[in-house]
Nanobody, 125 residues
Framework: QVQLVESGGGLVQAGGSLRLSCAAS????????MGWFRQAPGKEREFVGT????????YYADSVKGRFTISRDNAKNMLYLQMNSLKPEDTAVYYC??????????????????WGQGTQVTVSS
């Protein structure tokens, strides 16, 4: 069993920044790939980005590439999402997710076994 708790969401003006955090417990965090997803009202859950188990590489959805950065601190069992140059269309509930299997980090939500409760990000224009 894995527990994931996100924090750091809030209200920010367009062009601003936020840093989301995800605290993980229950499994050896450093052995697994992790991802961020988001879901806006009335829309399907959307891939944001993913990072491999060591933090050596990450990849992102085109919609956030160059603005968002994923990082992790395996010593602290923490995952982060730094969001810069925020836009109103980034408004959504953001979820961190744990990928329990697979050799490579995945962009598909079906690859993820555990999810946090989500944190709301609202970007005003």
């Amino acid at each position: 069993q894995v527990q994931l708790v996100e924090s750091g969401g809030g209200l920010v003006q367009a062009g601003g920044s936020l840093r989301l955090s995800c605290a993980a417990s229950g499994r050896t965090f450093s052995h697994y790939h992790m991802g961020w997803f988001r879901q806006a009202p009335g829309k399907e859950r959307e891939f944001v980005g993913t990072i491999n188990w060591s933090g050596a590489y990450a990849y992102y959805a085109d919609s956030v590439k160059g603005r968002f950065t994923i990082s992790r601190d395996n010593a602290k069992n923490m995952l982060y999402l730094q969001m810069n140059s925020l836009k109103p269309e980034d408004t959504a509930v953001y979820y961190c997710a744990f990928q329990g299997t697979g050799n490579y980090p995945s962009s598909s939500f079906v690859s993820y076994d555990y999810w946090g409760q989500g944190t709301q990000v609202t970007v005003s224009s």
